[in-house]
Structure formats: C-alpha cells, structure tokens
C-alpha cells in the first residue's frame, strides 16, 4: 500500500511560482510511475504531468508545457511539480498519483494510489 502525501500548494500571484512536492512511503517508489492531476471548483479531475520511473521520459498537458516541471527524486521518494508562470486558470486541487509500473499514463484510472490534495489558488 503506498501513501502519498502532498505539499507545496498556497496562494500567489500571478505570474508566480510554486513548486509541489509528493512523498510517498514505499520503499519500492522506483517501482511506480507518477502523475500529478488537478481539479478546479465545478470541473472534472485533469491530467497535468507525469513521469516514467527513472525520471527519462515525462509529458505534460498542452496548458502547462513550458510553465510546469514534473521531476522525481527516488532516493527520497518524492515527485515535484514546478510550476512557473502561474495563472488564475491554474487554481485548482493538486493530486499527485502513483501507478505501479515503468510507464506514465494520462488517465487517472491507471493511478491506483492517490494523495490527498494540496490547494493551489492564483489570484490576478
């Protein structure tokens, strides 16, 4: 059973920058490959980022390339989510996300583990 825990969020301006960070409890983290999802007052869950196991190969959505950053360090167990450039369009809840196996998906339902959430409001 792996449990993440996120942090990170809070409110700025924008313009800003936040970084999020996701620690997880597994000894085998490397094992998993990790997401981060957003969901906005009214709105469904949204794919934002992710990244295969080692770190090698990530994507992000089209409304955040070249403003967010997904990375992983598995020596410390933690995936992070820069995010630059921040827009009132990028308030939302951020959940970060494991799925065992070597390769990213898009799709939530490929993320078995989920965290808690962590609030990020930017404000115009």
């Known amino acids: 059973q792996v449990q993440l825990v996120g942090s990170g969020g809070g409110l700025v301006q924008a313009g800003g920058s936040l970084r999020l960070s996701c620690a997880a409890s597994e000894r085998t983290f490397s094992s998993y490959a990790m997401g981060w999802f957003r969901q906005a007052p009214g709105k469904e869950r949204a794919f934002v980022a992710a990244i295969n196991w080692s770190g090698t190969d990530t994507y992000h959505t089209d409304a955040v390339k070249g403003r967010f950053t997904i990375s992983r360090d598995n020596a410390k167990n933690t995936v992070y989510l820069q995010m630059n450039s921040l827009k009132p369009e990028d308030t939302a809840v951020y959940y970060c996300?494991?799925?065992?196996?070597?390769?990213?998906?898009?799709?939530?339902?490929?993320?078995?583990?989920w965290g808690q959430g962590t609030q990020v409001t930017v404000s115009s």
């Open positions: 996300a494991a799925a065992y196996g070597s390769s990213w998906s898009v799709e939530a339902s490929a993320y078995g583990y």
